[in-house]
């Protein structure tokens, strides 16, 4: 049997994300007041609980933080997917996000590669996806 | 700032640690009244010392598991807390249970964790959707669901492959001393009757040609499921004087907590338990070189290496190189999970894998770790990590 995939269901804080990775882009929030880049979307900006944060969109471009080969499925209902390229990126805005790398060999994966995004339609929902840039 | 040294562990417990439990099922009250009828047998108190409970979340009753517990084991008490550290619950049940008794509010505490299958229910409840990824959230809301659940990084593996993999690109890597960490605590593990893997001793290569789970993680670096349980009872200074086995005094602990998710940590090299190792030092007026034993969380052979590094033994990005040089095993240069460790042992289930350590860090300082005994045994680092590195706790024991 296969297991249906999780998808994300957005929340009114996340709706500009999800609804951008639908449209192709990514949008992140910056906080008015310190300036950092604040992701998963807030309410509240987690380097000052500052609520003046604005949506802009960035290029998604960033590095490869970590990753690693699911060789045995994290959940049946990835199995379909065995190995997984479970993957954290650091975005050049500095914030960090989990993914899954596409269009790579495992072996060709190293920490520090430059990558960019795939907008992953994955049922109803669009993940961000990344591959090497 | 901190603890006086004024409570002590004077009473353990433990069920065997058992892979395909076949035994009476038993619900977790009953396990609560079991173990702490053992431990309290092993202090050599009674019942009616007890005027303190702390707990981890119970199946039975999804809140008030204090009273709930209170209630069945017949107990009155002053101080009552549920933990909710994952791994790291039991050290943390110990410190608070410490802290407690030194304020003056209650003079004995019950800390158990029960890990034994339930009975089953005849009418069983459908399954919960939004747990069917074990201790990830996938409850709406939750930054979890929605962030870390579609793309996959669930449950435990990915977090900690994550880690190593991280680790070993800023540190660089050697695959065999990650093993020899599972290695030696399995060797400690042949000591201990109680343990899941007690009579089948490990090689390096035997790490090394297990299958990979998650780069770099091999199967016989992550813990064993199994069936378990434990318990211990820590005093006020008046009643250890009365109990029967030498007093095992906590007289310094720490805490930190960051993330949930480790994906957003400032360096995913660097774990939590630094600044909660530190504090239980400072507490304590010890130093790492003055411990004679590490009795540490481990999930895996990562969590080892990490918390050995950032609980000061070594230098940051030395422990490859230490770990290598160092003997882990209970007759070695640096004893290391002398019962095993949860990887040698068994991980019990619910938080019972992480009581593994203080009772074991209780055993060797009271002489008792028949078989695996540390020589001179007066102070030991108990950690405990919960979630992927994202709760810490350490304490640290010592002999009257
Ligand atoms: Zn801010």
Redesign the pocket.
Known sequence: MVSIRPLPIPTPNSEPFWNGLANHQVNLQQ?N????WVFYPRSH?N????PNLTWRKVAGNGTLYTYTVARRPTAPQFIDETPQLIAVVELNEGVRLNSVMVNVLPEALFIGMPVKPVFHQQDSATLLYFEPA | MGLKGRAAITGVADYKNVRNYTGKRKFFLEQWAELTQMALADAGLSKHDVDGLCCAAIPESTMFAPATIAEYLGLQVNFAETVDLGGASSVSMIWRAAAAIEMGICEAVVCAAPGLPIPSNPNPLPKDPSRVYGSTSAKWGSPQAEYDVPYGNVAQNAGYALIAQRYAATYGYDERALAKIAVDQRTNAQGNPKAVFFGEPITIDDVLQSKMIADPLHILEIVMPCAGGSAVVVVSERLAKKCQHRPVYVTGFGERLTTRSVTYADDMTVSPVGPAAASAFAMSGKKPKDVDVLEAYDCYTITVLLTIEDSGFCHKGEGITFVKENGLTFNGSFPVNTHGGQLGAGQAAGMAGGMSQPVEGVRQIMGRANGRQVDNCNAALITGTGGIMSEQSAIILEGA
């Open positions: 906080c007041d310190c300036r950092a900006c380097g000052c609980l500052s």
